[in-house]
């Protein structure tokens, strides 16, 4: 069977997520779908898979027009999505057995009032085996690693006549011999004439398992070639296209003293034996792709996660994190990628948001508030910051995204820093305000604070640091003078190249 | 996009935000005129001392609630706290005969336990509030039981041995309970707890935690802290109230605080809109338990019997809820 999509765009407020995408592929082989973030990968998927209507375009199956216009449309089409959250598509509680077979349950078809539990399991049991999955149906999904709620999610898209399975950065969160599991589960499902459309950042494991590679870049189809025809360094130039042009600030870093460093850094988890270092007056950049890591970096430099192994050093003296507030202490300052949930108060005033991290400065005497002092404070901070903001008491949620993140920012440069950690910090920030936040760490810079830069944007890695360490699954792949090296290089770095 | 953001609110008369603000108040007015027109006794001196008098100890123990509340907590076990207190204030000095000061400070050192208990099991073992107080209410409530041996404890009681309890209640204690100091300590609470939230730098660190907590830690505020405070204070004032009420009946009876739950959280939660305020506040709490004094007290005047009250303050629980949880879709 053949599917073909055809003209597909999307507008969401302010961005054209699509425009007029393009995208081919047959039952039977796997199919890589691979572009930068925010090329529309996943948008493109969820128009496929009935999540998002609003779009315009056709769809093709051999040739037939279909429409979909929600995901029961799309099961019945026979395509299946599992996300990379796959928390989100389970039910802990139940067994095994009981969330393969969720969907005809949920359908009801046999209008039974009772369970027939004898057929649930040997359902679900037969399921497994045709995948040769080891797993008892009767086991509760809670019990189980992600790799195997993974299994069970794609056993129940396979419980119907699935056509095409479409994973969404499946491998992102599995260790080696999972993501091998998967892999052998892919070849099954080929074998049974199901199409795999597999999404990933990881450029390897695209070459090990797919059969074809398309290439999506702003929304747009690119190019569609067979792997065996097609090199990594090639799919990555696919994926960059022409450099766009960004307003970076010149600036001609003044290194100082190493102002913090970390030895051996490991939380237990994701990050693992990370050593690095940043001077004073020096923008260290941390590059990687959604899922490599980087957040999980960040949280344990600020003392959020707990260390497992490693050291770090600040000002030449050993640091020990408990808690964020030993961080904020010791003179750290973190923006987190997550600005509406952990980088500012949505429900507080911009006034509360700013000097939240530097209480102390407003004080009266004893503990009582000096607001006069707070809000002439945050007047200045809007004004230095640019922050479109009818007045200091607005309630933060009523902010646009790149307003919040300028709010988020500025509460850490009253509280003044010696070293900033940033994550994502230009995610969901339109370009004027982009560029305003890069005059700011800039800035920071020059004034010779050290800062942190984590981001999976490439070009502003480039445009913004001095020196980039490359983050892969968790730890450092390559340390670069920025100088020395280019986006492309990066890209190649940070899917898992050498 | 940044632009569209600029534009102001429009400043349009909105009938639900007016309401939202001034309702609790306008309400408490239209309430007065009601009474006061079915019963002219109801306005004079003596009858608006009796309302203030009445709802002295539901305010303290509400303070406590609205303290809880504000770090976006809850504390269902106030009520039990409270009986605990008045049971050990009131056997200190029954049982024995023990000077005011230390008998009120065991009261209240208990009850400071309980609250340590609830932040331990709160914030460590990070059992949902609302769930772990309960647990502690009925806990506490069969702690303060099992400690009175399941009797009023008064004056002159008769003991296990058959004995007479020989200790007194000093006339000092006595004064606590009535008119002007029962007024005067509610007045006072209030006062304070009102300044401590809004004016100071703890009371902002509350408010910001119970916004949102994990933007709070990630600010550096030592959210955990707080929180322990927050539960520590919640027993204190729930002890307060306990203490007064101890003073106010002279005895220890059973479970005498538990009535006290369901008013103060009905206070606390008319609070949230007082004045358009949002959150939990202690001005609006002590407008909260005014409203629900004025009206069990206007009921029992037009001859509604106590034992229907539950059903009208249960209901202004419910309409308080309502606004409240309303105004946040």
Known sequence: MNLQMNNISIDFPGVKALNNAYFEAETGTAHALIGANGAGKSTLMKVLSGVYTH??????????????????????????IVYQEVDTALVPNLTVGENIVLNELAANKEKSFFMNWKSVNSKATEILSSLHVHLSSHTLVSELTLAEKQMVLIARAVTTDCKFLILDEPTAPLSLSETKELFRIVQELKQKDVGVIFISHRLPELFEICDYITVMRNGAYVIKEAIADTTTKRVVDHMLGEPLEEQFPVRQAQLGEVMFRTKGLSDGGKVKDVTLDVREGEIIGVAGLVGAGKTELCKLLFGATPKKTGEMMLKGKSLTLSNPTDAVVSGIAFVPEERRKEGVLVEETVVTNLSASSMNHFLKFFSFLDFKKERAKAEEMINALGVKTPSTETLVKNLSGGNQQKIAIGKWLISDADLYIFDEPTKGVDVGAKKDIFN???????????????????????????????????????????????????LYLSTGGD | MAQLNTVRPKPSFNIFDFLYKYGTILLIFVLIIVFAAANPAFLQTSNIITILRSISIVTIIAIGITISLSVGGFDLSVGSVASLANAVVISMFVWYSQPTLIAIGIAIAAALLVGAFNAFMIVKVKIPDLLMTLATMFIIQGVALTYTRGATVSQNMIMADGSYATGTISSFFAKLGQVPYIIIIMLFTVFIVHIFLTYTKHGRYLYVIGGNQEAARLSGIPVNKYKVIAYLLSAFFAALGGVILASRVMTAEINAGGPYLMDAVAAAFIGFAVLGAGKPNAFGTFVGAVLIGILANGLVMMSVPYYAMDIVKGTVLALALALTYYKLK
């Open chain 1, 55 to 80: 779009h315009s375009g056709q769809v093709y199956l051999d040739g037939k027009e279909v429409t979909i216009r929600s995901p029961r449309d799309a099961q019945k089409l026979g395509i299946e």
């Open chain 1, 440 to 490: 700011l760490i800039a800035g920071l810079a020059d004034r010779g604070k050290s800062v942190i830069y984590a981001s999976c944007e490439l070009s502003e890695v480039i445009g913004i640091t001095d020196r980039v360490y490359v983050i892969y699954d968790g730890q450092i792949s390559k340390e670069l003078a920025t100088t020395t090296t280019n986006e492309e290089e990066l």
